[in-house]
T-cell receptor, first 108, second 112 residues
């Protein structure tokens, strides 16, 4: 069993829909990271959070430390949001654990 | 553009070839990493360099050989690879352990 589990694995949405991707983890962490990977490979860090909630544009990330759970929300989704979203957790000493990713397709 | 540059973007090699992947960062980061990404699997950590010293080798076969000549450059030397080594190889860096990672665009490797 992977230390980081994401759901769903695949998600298709209509443009404008509100999207939620979930992440659960089973290890102690110092921070949780949401990453975005577009076709072509490059990975960009969207959020790094250790408590509460962060917002950047149409993206919102939340974390519940007690429940070991995080969500990534996308409001007013757009085709350019189509990508793979990866949840990762980091521990002191630089150990990172990654989820397998959620492949999001937003249809115009 | 994340500040981490990887070359080449694509590489096709035979099982008897020797090739090298290159990674360069000018972000002033002290730690650099090689990750392997295979379809439907989480990123797998291969090697970690912290202040140019290798601090982790995650049971990677010896046909993969890393080199870190300075804090800005990282290489992955490949020889006698197997078809199952075909994957996306990603370089990443961060300022210090546990902090936000900055990734390169990756090298898509195909071993024939």
């Amino acid at each position: 069993k992977n230390e980081v589990e994401q759901s769903p694995q695949n998600l298709t949405a209509q443009e404008g829909e509100f999207i939620t991707i979930n992440c659960s983890y089973s290890v102690g962490i110092s921070a949780l990271h949401w990453l975005q990977q577009h076709p072509g490979g490059g990975i960009v860090s969207l959020f790094m959070l250790s408590s509460g909630k962060k917002k950047h544009g149409r993206l919102i990330a939340t974390i519940n430390i007690q429940e070991k759970h995080s969500s990534l929300h996308i409001t007013a989704s757009h085709p350019r949001d189509s990508a793979v979203y990866i949840c990762a957790v980091s521990q002191p000493g630089n150990q990172f654990y990654f989820g397998t990713g959620t492949s999001l397709t937003v249809i115009p | 553009e994340t500040g981490v540059t990887q070359t080449p973007r694509h590489l096709v090699m035979g099982m008897t070839n020797k090739k090298s992947l290159k990674c360069e960062q000018h972000l002033g980061h002290n730690a650099m990493y090689w990750y392997k990404q295979s379809a439907k699997k989480p990123l797998e950590l291969m090697f970690v360099y912290n202040f140019k010293e290798q601090t982790e080798n995650n049971s990677v076969p010896s046909r993969f050989s890393p080199e870190c000549p300075n804090s800005s450059h990282l290489f992955l030397h490949l020889h006698t690879l197997q078809p199952e080594d075909s994957a996306l190889y990603l370089c990443a860096s961060n300022q210090k352990p546990g902090e936000k990672l900055f990734f390169g665009s990756g090298t898509q490797l195909s071993v024939l």
